[in-house]
C-alpha cells in the first residue's frame, strides 16, 4: 500500500499569516490526493481533491499544488477556524491512506 | 442538504458484536458508494473499504476481513457496519464518507459524525 507522510507534524502560526504543510507519497499517485480539515470531536471535512480542485463552498485562501510524490496544501492568511488537523489522502491506488496529519495551532 | 447521520457511541465488552448505522438523506442512496473508515484514539484515519450501494457487494481493505461486515438497507438509504468478536483495538471512531467519483478522480465529499466504539471488560 501507499505511504502517505505529512510534515511538519504541527506547525505554529499567527492568524493572518500563510501555513504550508506537505505531503509525500511513498510511489507516484499522480494527482490523485485528497486534503481534509479535521477538527477535534468532528468528522474530516474534504478541502481539495485532484490535488488542487477546491471542493464546494471551500475558501479561496485554501489552495493545493504538486503530483507524483510531493504535494502542498497552502492556507494563504489563517484565520481563527483554520486551526485544525490536516489530513492528505490519495485515492490512485486503493486501499485509500491518510497521512498522520498536520496540527495547525496558534501561535 | 446532503447528510449522514450515524447511529450513537456504543460500550461493549470484548467477544461482543456491534452494528453501526449510516442513515443518507439529501440525495439518491444508491448513486454514491459508501465508505467506511477507523479512526482510533490519536491517530489518523484508516480505511476500511466501500460498498457499492446499487449492487450491494462490498470491498474489504486488508486489515479489515472476517470480523467487518458491509450492509445496506436501500429501502431506508442506510448502511451498516457490523463487527463481531470486538477486542480491545477496536476501540475508535468509525466514519461512513459518501465516496464521489468524479473527473477521473476519486474522494470522499459527505462524512458522518462519526460513531465512537468502546471495547472494555
Known amino acids: 500500500e501507499i505511504v502517505m507522510t505529512q510534515s511538519p507534524a504541527t506547525l505554529t502560526v499567527s492568524p493572518g499569516e500563510r501555513a504550508t504543510l506537505s505531503c509525500r507519497a511513498s510511489q507516484s499517485v499522480s494527482s490523485n490526493l485528497a486534503w481534509y480539515q479535521q477538527k477535534p470531536g468532528q468528522a474530516p471535512r474534504l478541502l481539495i481533491y485532484?490535488?488542487?480542485t477546491r471542493a464546494t463552498g471551500i475558501p479561496a485562501r485554501f489552495s493545493g499544488s504538486g503530483s507524483g510524490t510531493e504535494f502542498t496544501l497552502t492556507i494563504s492568511s489563517l484565520q481563527s477556524e483554520d486551526f485544525a488537523v490536516y489530513l492528505c489522502?490519495?485515492?490512485?491506488?486503493?486501499?485509500?491512506?491518510f497521512g498522520g496529519g498536520t496540527k495547525v495551532e496558534i501561535e | 442538504q446532503e447528510q449522514l447521520v450515524q447511529s450513537g457511541s456504543e460500550l461493549k465488552k470484548p467477544g461482543a458484536s456491534v452494528k453501526v448505522s449510516c442513515k443518507a438523506s439529501?440525495?439518491?442512496?444508491?448513486?454514491?458508494?459508501m465508505n467506511w473508515v477507523r479512526q482510533a484514539p490519536g491517530q489518523g484515519p484508516e480505511w476500511m473499504g466501500w460498498i457499492n450501494t446499487n449492487l450491494g457487494n462490498p470491498t474489504y481493505a486488508q486489515g479489515f476481513t472476517g470480523r467487518f461486515v458491509f450492509s445496506l438497507d436501500t429501502s431506508v438509504s442506510t448502511a451498516y457496519l457490523q463487527i463481531s468478536d470486538l477486542k480491545a483495538e477496536d476501540t475508535a471512531v468509525y466514519f461512513c464518507?459518501?465516496?464521489?467519483?468524479?473527473?477521473?478522480?476519486?474522494?470522499?465529499?459527505?462524512w458522518g459524525k462519526g460513531t465512537t466504539v468502546t471495547v472494555s471488560s
Open positions: 489522502q490519495q485515492h490512485n491506488n486503493w486501499p485509500l491512506t
Open positions: 485532484g490535488a488542487s
Open positions: 439529501g440525495y439518491p442512496f444508491t448513486s454514491f458508494a
Open positions: 464518507g459518501r465516496g464521489r467519483a468524479a473527473g477521473g478522480y476519486y474522494y470522499m465529499d459527505v
